[in-house]
């Protein structure tokens, strides 16, 4: 997620500011969503 803000930041930084997004942690909360799932193990079990 980090990279997609890292390239939109030197793509198009006027957007970001015209937006009031000044830093990752605006812009993730804008972009973003929390989302909680679990994750099998690398043997495929649980």
Do not use: K
């Amino acid at each position: 997620m980090s990279e997609l803000y890292v390239m939109q930041y030197f793509l198009q930084p006027e957007a970001l500011r015209s937006r009031g997004l000044n830093s990752f942690d605006s812009w993730a909360a804008t972009f973003g969503q929390v989302v909680s799932s679990l994750e099998i193990t690398p043997e495929g079990s649980g």
